[in-house]
């Protein structure tokens, strides 16, 4: 009951921000770290397609801040980082015989109003990332993509590190 509570305060939160603040979502709640977090009986599939998502969404809303606002801060350095996250989950695709999914976040994408903004948003979006590495880590899954999911979850640690600096 307390995970059940937990989850529900999460999405809670994602659908607040998506409603006020533009964070990059895709249409309804079957997407990256969203999706994850309300999916209840993962596949390891699933597990990959909601990571690469993510990951492809960050990438993605980085990419138009940078090309918004200038070449800032944290974004600069945190955009070729997600390109090496995608890098590293694609070989686990192929390795479980499985279809890299298309990489569509672009088309998802909502602006933040201002680069103050965007600091926030990071906060929650790699906050709602940690938290869908966090379940996958839960369940059983071959040391590779452990070892990947453990190595993704760290960075974005790292990530949310820099965004609550320059959101405070």
């Known amino acids: 009951m307390k995970r059940l509570s937990k989850l529900l305060t999460v999405l809670l939160l994602a659908f607040t921000l998506v409603g006020s603040m533009g964070v990059v979502m ?4 079957d997407f990256g770290s969203a999706g994850a977090l309300a999916d209840d009986n993962l596949t390891l599939e ?9 990951e492809y969404a960050a990438e993605a809303e980085y990419a138009k801040i940078i090309e918004t606002y200038g070449s800032v801060r944290p974004y600069t350095n945190i955009v070729k980082a997600e390109a090496k996250h995608i ?3 694609t070989p686990l ?3 479980n015989c499985l279809e890299v999914p298309v990489n569509d976040a672009a088309s998802h994408l909502v602006l933040p109003a201002s680069l103050k903004e965007s600091y926030d948003i990071g ?12 379940r996958f880590l839960t369940q059983e899954l071959p ?3 452990r070892n990947v999911f453990e190595s993704l979850k760290k960075a974005s640690e790292s990530h949310l590190a820099a965004f609550q600096r320059k959101a405070n």
């Open 26 to 29: 895709a249409e309804g709640n």
């Open 46 to 54: 699933e597990m990959l397609t909601y990571a690469i998502q993510d």
């Open 87 to 89: 890098a590293a989950l």
């Open 93 to 95: 695709f192929e390795a």
């Open 123 to 134: 906060v929650q979006a790699e906050i709602l990332n940690i938290d869908m590495y966090n």
């Open 143 to 145: 040391d590779t993509v």
